[in-house]
T-cell receptor, first 114, second 113 residues
Framework: EPEVTQTPSHQVTQMGQEVILRCVPI?????FYWYRQILGQKVEFLVS????????KSEIFDDQFSVERPDGSNFTLKIRSTKLEDSAMYFC????????????FGSGTRLTVV | GESVGLHLPTLSVQEGDNSIINCAYS??????FIWYKQESGKGPQFIID?????DKRQGQRVTVLLNKTVKHLSLQIAATQPGDSAVYFC????????????FGGGTRVLVKP
């Protein structure tokens, strides 16, 4: 079964530092997504990425956030200057093609900002 | 604004019994409604979805019901097993919105042996 791989699984960073979260989505897919889940809360959409550019972004995805596909396989989410409220689980997702709603999510990166 | 929400935050169920998880939605323009299961420390896992022009869909041990009249979605799990213990999220998907998912708040299901 296709997998979405995320690294690191857990990252601790100091407030104001830059972090890069990495994802290897399902190959041969053009749409990629980042979602965020603050502890104990619902999963929230951050950004969709289609054909190497941002397709849509939420209000959460401000100027401190950026996404890239640096080498055709990896998909990264960068937070330039982290804030305490950026602490959350960050999930990368790819549509798996079997169902319209059938996203495959990665296991997530737990970001802790101290 | 548009939202997807859940009625019950926690559901305790005896092993072997059936579980019913409910969800209310408000965006009548959504094309698909999806149920996800999230186990501790893992990402959401697709369970089943239903198109907006259907009212029932069955999978393996799961059934999703959609009542568009009252904007209500439910997930029924037959013969609940310990492995079903998790948080369950409903989500809606609008193709015109780039297939992004709008999630509800989640229901925790605890299966008692």
């Amino acid at each position: 079964e296709p997998e979405v791989t995320q690294t690191p699984s857990h990252q601790v960073t100091q407030m104001g530092q830059e972090v890069i979260l990495r994802c290897v989505p399902i190959s041969n897919h053009l749409y990629f997504y980042w979602y965020r889940q603050i502890l104990g809360q619902k999963v929230e959409f951050l950004v969709s990425f289609y054909n190497n550019e941002i397709s849509e972004k939420s209000e959460i995805f401000d100027d401190q956030f950026s996404v890239e596909r640096p080498d055709g396989s990896n998909f990264t989410l960068k937070i330039r200057s982290t804030k305490l409220e950026d602490s959350a689980m960050y999930f990368c997702a790819s549509p798996d093609g079997s169902e319209v709603g059938g996203y495959t999510f990665g296991s997530g990166t737990r970001l802790t900002v101290v | 604004g548009e939202s997807v929400g859940l009625h019950l935050p926690t559901l305790s169920v005896q092993e072997g019994d059936n579980s019913i998880i409910n969800c209310a939605y408000s965006n009548s323009a959504s094309d698909y409604f999806i149920w996800y299961k999230q186990e501790s420390g893992k990402g959401p896992q697709f369970i089943i979805d239903i198109r907006s022009n259907m009212d029932k869909r069955q999978g393996q041990r799961v059934t999703v019901l959609l009542n568009k009249t009252v904007k209500h979605l439910s997930l029924q799990i037959a013969a609940t097993q310990p492995g079903d213990s998790a948080v369950y999220f409903c989500a809606e998907n609008m193709v015109a919105a780039g297939n992004k998912l709008t999630f509800g708040g989640g229901t925790r299901v605890l299966v008692k042996p």
